[in-house]
C-alpha cells in the first residue's frame, strides 16, 4: 500500500513517531515496523470501508489505528475514534485529522444504531468485538474487525446472529459482519460483561 494513499497533508512519520514515543501505546519499536503494523495494515480495510456510506467509528482506538490513516484517507468521511482512557484519548486529539472528532467513552455506552461502519483491531476476541461493534451500526452497515491467525470464526457466526449480523466476509485477515437487521434490545450488555461472558 502507497505511503500516499492517506492526504498527503497528513503528518503519518509524527503521528507514528509519536506512537512509539508514548508509553502503553504500542509494544512496537521502530519506525518501520510501526508504518507497516499501525499504518499500511489499517489501509488494507479502505475498500472494504468504501462499500458502506456513513459515518465511521473506531472501537478502541488507542494510539489512533485504524482510525486516524483511514480518516486522513477519506477526508469527506466522519470518523469517531472511541477510547476508554482518557490519556489515549488526550493523544488522538493531538493527532486526529480534522474530519475524526475523539470520544472518551465504551462502546457500550454510546448511541446505537449511530454509525455506518464500526472498526476494531487489537480490540478483543472477535465474538466480543462483535457485541461491542454490531450494536454501534445501523441496518445496511457493517463492523469490520482485524483477526488474529486463531480467530475461531464459528464463534464469530453465533455471536454475530445473535446481534443482529449477516454471514461474516473474510478478506485477508479481516473480518466484515453485515449488519442485517436491527440488534435486539439488551445488547450490548452492560460494561465489562461481553469480556467475562461472551456470547459463544
Known amino acids: 500500500m502507497s505511503r500516499t494513499a492517506t492526504s498527503s497533508s497528513f503528518p503519518t512519520d ?4 509519536a506512537v512509539l514515543a508514548t508509553p502503553g501505546l504500542t509494544g512496537l519499536r521502530d519506525l ?3 508504518r507497516e503494523m499501525l499504518f499500511e495494515d489499517a489501509l488494507r480495510a479502505l475498500p472494504l470501508l468504501e462499500r458502506y456510506e456513513g ?3 473506531d472501537v478502541g482506538s488507542g494510539g489512533g489505528s485504524p482510525g486516524i490513516p483511514l ?7 466522519e ?5 476508554a482512557e482518557r490519556r489515549k484519548c488526550d493523544f488522538l486529539r ?9 470520544v472518551w467513552g465504551r462502546a457500550e455506552e454510546q448511541e446505537p444504531e449511530c454509525w455506518g461502519v464500526a472498526l476494531a483491531k487489537a480490540l478483543a476476541q472477535p465474538a466480543v468485538a462483535a457485541e461491542l461493534c454490531l450494536p454501534l451500526v445501523r441496518t ?8 488474529g491467525e486463531q480467530a475461531d470464526l464459528e464463534r464469530l457466526a453465533v455471536a454475530a446472529e445473535q446481534l443482529g449480523g449477516g454471514e461474516a466476509e473474510l478478506h485477508d485477515g479481516l473480518a466484515v459482519l453485515p449488519k ?13 460483561v461481553a469480556k467475562k461472558r461472551p456470547l459463544a
Open 32 to 34: 518501520d515496523s510501526a
Open 79 to 83: 470518523v469517531t475514534l472511541l477510547d
Open 71 to 77: 480518516a486522513a484517507s477519506l477526508p469527506a468521511r
Open 180 to 192: 442485517v437487521a436491527p440488534t435486539p434490545a439488551g445488547f450490548p450488555r452492560r460494561t465489562g
Open 55 to 57: 459515518a465511521v467509528v
Open 94 to 102: 493531538r493527532w486526529a485529522p480534522p474530519n475524526a472528532q475523539v
Open 14 to 17: 509524527d503521528w507514528l513517531a
Open 140 to 147: 445496511g452497515g457493517a463492523a469490520i474487525l482485524w483477526l
